[in-house]
């Protein structure tokens, strides 16, 4: 399976935009193959074009994450992730044009009805949170799922723009996914 030039041309962009990416470009293949490999399976079933940009904003997040932590340039503590070393890059003219991605080892999804399935999960769970926010307009579990999964947030920057405590989004989202899995159940 292939991805469309239009799409890589996303998952490049989102990668180069995030902040981890500063200082970590040698590792520009591995952040890339990474993110290929993390969202393969789905990256064909989304249809919007937003969706699409949050989901792999996401994924982009986890991808240069892990791969920082496998190479050593990052290690988590107790106050959050930390860079291990500082590293330094010259600056190059790489041509990231020809990049070729193997992806014989990614389970794709075998027909169609596969595909449709996975994207009816994926409507099913946002029906799901906007029906569920009605229920507690109180609670803000829209507002705090569109920052964190659309938008890409963190926890902290979530709670600075709303005024609560990191601890309170954190439970909301906690309680929001509970909430998620017993309508799915």
Avoid at 34 to 58: F, G, H, P, Q, W
Wanted: charged share 35%; proline share 2%; net charge negative.
């Amino acid at each position: 399976m292939e991805i469309a030039q239009e799409k890589i041309d996303l998952i490049s962009r989102i990668i180069k935009g995030d902040r981890k990416y500063s200082s970590n470009e040698d590792l520009y293949e591995d952040f890339f193959n990474e993110t290929c490999k993390r969202s393969m399976s789905i990256i064909n079933a989304i249809d919007s074009e937003v969706t699409l940009e949050a989901y792999m904003r996401r994924v982009v997040t986890t991808s240069i994450i892990n791969v920082l932590k496998d190479t050593g340039r990052l290690r988590r503590t107790s106050s959050g992730y930390k860079a291990t070393r500082e590293t330094t890059v010259e600056t190059s003219d790489i041509d990231y044009s020809d990049v070729s991605v193997n992806y014989s080892s990614i389970k794709i999804p075998e027909s169609p009805e596969d595909v449709v399935i996975q994207k009816e999960v994926l409507e099913f769970v946002a029906d799901s949170v906007i029906r569920i926010d009605k229920e507690n307009p109180d609670k803000e579990y829209l507002h705090i799922y569109t920052l964190r999964y659309d938008k890409g947030m963190t926890q902290k920057e979530i709670s600075d723009e709303l005024g609560i405590s990191q601890s309170e989004v954190s439970k909301r989202l906690y309680k929001l996914m509970e909430k998620v899995r017993d309508v799915i159940q």
